[in-house]
């Protein structure tokens, strides 16, 4: 599966934004798809997750009640919807796809390139 995430940009602190992540190929159908990021200095970490149909999610403590993970198998598109963006959500978000909905990057096996997202105080 090939990925491409697009929607980063420079906000400011309180703002929304949604990022998305356009695949291809037929695994898309059948993989768990997750957003990671990594912010300057950090390792990659996991943000949030959705299984095959949609209908499981799971996230990091971080983006829980901020964020939202969604997918809509019809457009092979997966979403991430920011709420309430805080400075520390600076980062380069990566789409990755994957067999489980586990939180370590070395579980999954495709990335996208990433997308600069840039939250100013």
């Known amino acids: 599966v090939q990925l491409g995430e697009s929607g980063g940009k420079l906000v400011e602190a309180g703002d929304s934004l949604r990022l998305s992540c356009a695949a291809s190929g037929p695994t898309f159908f059948v993989s768990v798809m997750a957003w990671f990021r990594r912010a300057p200095g950090k390792e990659r970490e996991f943000v949030a997750a959705i299984n095959a149909n949609g209908d499981g999610t799971r996230y990091a403590n971080s983006a829980k009640g901020r964020f939202t993970i969604s997918r809509d198998n019809a457009k092979t598109t997966v979403y991430l919807q920011m709420n309430s963006l805080q400075p520390d959500d600076t980062a380069v978000y990566y789409c990755?796809?994957?067999?489980?909905?586990?939180?370590?990057?070395?579980?999954?096996?495709?990335w996208g390139q990433g997308t600069q997202v840039t939250v100013s105080s």
């Open positions: 990755a796809a994957g067999p489980r909905a586990l939180t370590r990057a070395t579980q999954y096996d495709y």
